[in-house]
């Protein structure tokens, strides 16, 4: 039986936070743009348990878990945020929430 | 072609799939589905790498939850097609060609990392050297019991945060 | 051997005096600050008594030398506070302290009504000690020094009266004026260290003694050194084409152009080319240009002294021309009859300022002559001292001027290096000089009274002034006498006192100037030289002739026919207006040189470098950092989407950095 490289699954993992990022950059929804961040945690994840694999270490996989349990609660909060910011603004796009500026 | 390798690339082809939809598409609903087929496939995935306890908890907290919050909060903003606003001209033409670049260049980097294109012990098939949840609790509640402690206390500020802001809206 | 082993004390006397009255004579009574002014330099000149008593004593065939410290000593310039003494030196000194002396005594009466005494007799001690410096100095730098410092206390006496716009402008132009003269100087002061590693004198004129004399139709080192130092001293001694600022100069007060602009300052550039003969005597062409700058200022200046109204002015141009005499004399080898002629210049021209001041002062300020007239019964001892002087200076046989005028003119004929056509304007020169001092004297003190005695309360000076002027006519004529060479069976004490000096250094292919010419043309002839003949030769020659007929051209025009004068003026107005204003050399060098200049400084210097391109490139920093600081400012636009892409900016950038670094390490 082959085996499926481990760099197989690291560029998978490099080509998914690639397109989280080109999504965080590209998109105007807020929560779309926050699905972007989801999906490069998620891309991280995925090297992290290749990492996990490759050096027969255990802890590459708690380092998962902490990373699943945290993006659980931003997600909690932020949208939160988002809802917030939704009923004071009436808008989702995030190019109308420039008041952070000079 | 062995199996794993064809699973591998189903599901990685998937998961760009999803990516890529989750970028191109213009309602977000469409994007949150998007995500959520990327997240099944990765969670194929880590079933392949041997990671079951992850796979299982990808499921079932990132798919099954988060997503559905995600979902959620769309249905409750009523959030519709995305407008068109061209505000930013440095994200048009500098930010998403980048984008691409880092993409291009972090997947030419793990290419021809050190890593090697055999594991050492032979892992890689997936029935062989399954991770057992055994050990992964071992090393959750021994070695990293504080981060542990510290996260479960981490979810508890955000869900009272989370409380905190959803309230004051209304 | 006191004073021989502390010649400093000479020149401490002075400066102690000047910073006494500077720094604390201002709330001093008008006694006290003369005692200090006056008591300084006397005591200096008791010092030069000394000193010569003394010198008399030792060995004067070479210089006495006295090395106090080192000034600076910087690779191999090496410049010691170093003072010398020799015969030249005490003549000069003697001068100088004497005259000083005198002129201090007369301010006090002068001055006696002005405000500011303390400054005025602080400015004159300082003037002192920096002419004493010059004069002691035993190298080029430290004469330098003094050289510098009388130009600054002229321009400090000059414009003593700084709140009249007309003296300040005359105190500028004199120090400007002489600058560009003293650039000239600087630049052959350093190239004679190059040319001889040192500026010592003692270390320049030895090695000179070997040189050979240069040749007379190129430039050689030698000859480029003299003409640079020479240059200084056309500065200085206001000589064409920088005398301009002399005539100026008469804005200060009349004690200060006795003294600085008739005895010493202006002198300095005689005693400069004295001093530096055997460079002049192997170069030349250097001589040749000295002589032909004195001959043609001797001319030049008396055409223009003939016709002047303003007393001192007359005597200014006069001044000029007299130290064109005194270079004509060195420039033909004469250097001894040269610097006789400062001497007897000293006495006569200082007493003639001394005496027009009183004139003035009797006056009550007024200068022009042509409203003066007949005042010699109401100043008798002014008027008596005035036309003795004034036979002086026109070389009226007996008196100083006449001897030492004399000798110049024999050595331009006859000597060694004499040159028919410079002799020539000599003596013309010497024509115009009688005719327009006594000119002076008939338009001043005889004739009819041109001026309202009810406005004018004519008289007589105090003694304070009348004291030094009789000390002063005495020296005139009898000072001449110091040089009697051939009358008489008299022996030329001036020259041969001062033989050692010029007679040294002396090498091969140099021509002396012989001490009697007469004597050594009758020798040639193979005639025995009697006194007689000496006597009788000295009697006709062509100077006594030209003294005499300036003196009687000027009793015929303004005694004998006073209206002859104006009416000459009538017919050649054109002429008359060129030379009355005094070629208008003054708009000339104000068109050619002062315009330009000033227009460069402002249009160019201030308007475009300094302004455009100073403060441009200065502004112009601040301004650049202002507009970029804008530019940053507008990244922060607030459009979260623009933050957005300059992380990945920087994620970019920093993973390229770190992948980077890791393959080229691990290559």
């Not at chain 3, 001093?28 to 330099?41: D, E, F, L, Q, T």
């Not at chain 3, 030249?88 to 009466?109: K, R």
């Not at chain 3, 030289?529 to 007929?549: E, Q, W």
């Not at chain 3, 920093?621 to 600081?629: K, L, W």
């Amino acid at each position: 039986m082959s085996v499926v490289p481990v760099s197989y699954y690291l560029v998978l993992s490099a080509v998914l936070f690639g397109l989280g990022v080109v999504g965080f950059v590209f998109k105007r929804n807020i929560i779309t743009i926050y699905m972007a961040i989801e999906l490069m945690l998620n891309a991280v994840n995925l090297a992290f348990v290749a990492f996990a694999r490759a050096h027969g270490d255990l802890a590459g996989l708690v380092y998962v878990f902490f990373v699943i349990v945290v993006a659980a609660a931003e997600a909690a909060v932020g949208l939160a945020i988002v809802i917030t910011i939704a009923h004071n603004r009436r808008t989702l796009n995030v190019e109308d929430v420039n008041l952070l500026k000079f | 072609m062995s199996i794993p390798f064809i699973l591998f690339f189903i599901c990685a082809a998937a998961a760009v799939l999803g990516a890529v939809l989750l970028i191109v598409a213009r309602e977000p609903i469409h994007s949150a589905l998007a995500l959520i087929l990327v997240m099944m496939s990765l969670a194929v995935l880590y079933l392949l790498l041997g990671a079951e306890f992850i796979a299982a908890v990808q499921v079932i907290v990132y798919a099954g939850a988060v997503m559905v919050l995600f979902v959620f909060v769309i249905m409750l903003l009523n959030a519709g097609v995305e407008v068109r606003t061209n505000y930013s001209k440095i994200a048009k033409y500098v930010g998403v060609p980048l984008g691409f670049f880092l993409l291009l260049e972090v997947a030419y980097w793990m290419w021809g990392s050190a890593v090697g294109t055999t594991v050492a012990n032979g892992a890689g098939a997936v029935n062989a050297d399954a991770v057992s949840t055994v050990d992964l609790s071992n090393l959750l509640f021994r070695d990293y019991l504080f981060p542990f402690e510290a996260t479960s206390i981490l979810v508890l500020i955000a869900i009272v945060g989370a409380l905190v802001l959803a309230k004051k809206g209304e | 051997m006191f004073i021989l082993n502390h010649l400093w004390l000479i020149l401490a006397l002075p400066l102690v005096g000047a910073g006494v009255n500077g720094l604390l004579g201002k709330n001093w009574p008008r006694s006290a600050v003369n005692a200090v002014g006056i008591g300084s330099v006397s005591l200096s000149f008791l010092c030069v008594l000394e000193l010569i008593r003394e010198f008399l004593q030792i060995d004067t065939s070479h210089a006495w030398f006295q090395r106090y410290f080192n000034w600076m000593s910087v690779g191999g310039f090496n410049v010691d506070f170093a003072l010398s003494v020799d015969q030249l030196t005490i003549v000069m000194l003697l001068v100088v302290t004497f005259v000083s002396l005198l002129v201090h005594i007369y301010s006090t009466g002068y001055m006696a009504h002005e405000g500011g005494y303390y400054r005025f007799f602080s400015y004159l001690n300082l003037f002192v000690f920096f002419m004493l410096t010059l004069v002691l100095a035993a190298n080029l730098v430290l004469m330098f020094v003094g050289w510098e410092g009388v130009g600054l206390c002229s321009y400090l006496l000059i414009g003593f009266w700084f709140l009249k716009k007309s003296a300040a402008d005359a105190g500028k132009k004199a120090f400007i004026t002489t600058r560009i003269g003293d650039f000239g100087f600087t630049i052959g002061i350093l190239l004679a260290f190059w040319t001889f590693h040192s500026i010592d004198f003692g270390t320049i004129f030895a090695d000179v003694a070997n040189r050979s004399v240069e040749s007379a139709s190129a430039i050689g080192v030698l000859t480029a050194i003299c003409l640079l130092l020479f240059a200084g001293a056309i500065g200085k001694s206001a000589q064409i084409p920088l005398y301009v600022w002399l005539p100026d100069a008469m804005e200060g007060p009349t004690p200060v152009s006795a003294l600085i602009h008739a005895a010493t300052m202006v002198t300095a550039g005689v005693y400069m080319v004295a001093r530096m003969h055997p460079l002049f005597s192997r170069a030349p062409l250097a001589m040749f240009v000295v002589a032909l700058v004195g001959a043609v200022t001797a001319f030049y200046s008396a055409t223009i002294g003939v016709l002047q109204t303003d007393i001192k002015k007359v005597l200014a141009y006069s001044t000029v021309s007299q130290l064109g005499y005194m270079f004509l004399g060195c420039g033909v080898g004469a250097y001894a009859a040269g610097i006789f002629h400062l001497m007897t210049h000293a006495f006569f021209k200082g007493l003639l300022f001394l005496a027009a001041g009183s004139v003035i002062h009797a006056m009550n300020g007024e200068q022009d002559m042509r409203k003066m007239g007949g005042l010699r019964r109401k100043i008798p001892i002014t008027y008596w001292t005035m036309f003795l002087a004034t036979f002086a200076i026109a070389g009226i046989p007996g008196f100083s001027g006449f001897f030492s005028k004399d000798e110049i003119l024999e050595a331009a004929s006859a000597g060694p290096h004499a040159n028919t056509w410079l002799w020539a304007l000599g003596l013309v020169g010497a024509f115009l000089t009688s005719f327009y001092m006594f000119r002076l004297v008939f338009l001043t003190f005889f004739g009819k009274q041109r001026y309202d005695e009810k406005k004018v309360h004519v008289h007589e000076s105090p003694g304070s002034m009348t004291v030094p002027l009789m000390i002063l006519a005495i020296c005139a004529v009898a000072g001449g006498w110091f040089a009697a060479p051939h009358l008489v069976g008299g022996q030329d004490y001036f020259e041969s006192f001062v033989h050692p000096v010029f007679a040294s250094y002396q090498g091969q292919g140099i021509v002396t100037q012989p001490e009697s010419l007469a004597a050594a043309a009758g020798e040639a002839a193979g005639i025995e030289p009697s006194p007689r003949a000496d006597l009788i030769h000295a009697l006709t020659g062509p100077p006594v002739i030209a003294a005499v007929l300036g003196l009687l051209l000027a009793w015929w025009f303004y005694i004998h026919k006073p209206d002859a004068a104006k009416r000459m003026v009538q017919r050649m107005d054109g002429l008359y207006a060129l030379i009355y204003n005094k070629y208008y050399i003054d708009e000339i060098y104000g068109a050619l040189f002062v315009r330009p200049f000033l227009w460069i400084s402002t249009k160019v210097l201030w308007h475009f470098v300094d302004e455009k391109v100073i403060d441009g490139t200065v502004n112009g920093v601040a301004h650049v950092s202002r507009e970029a600081g804008g530019q940053v400012r507008e990244l922060q636009s607030g459009n979260a989407r623009s933050y957005a892409t300059w992380v990945v900016v920087g994620a970019v950038g920093f993973t390229m950095l770190l992948f980077g670094l890791g393959y080229w390490m691990v290559r």
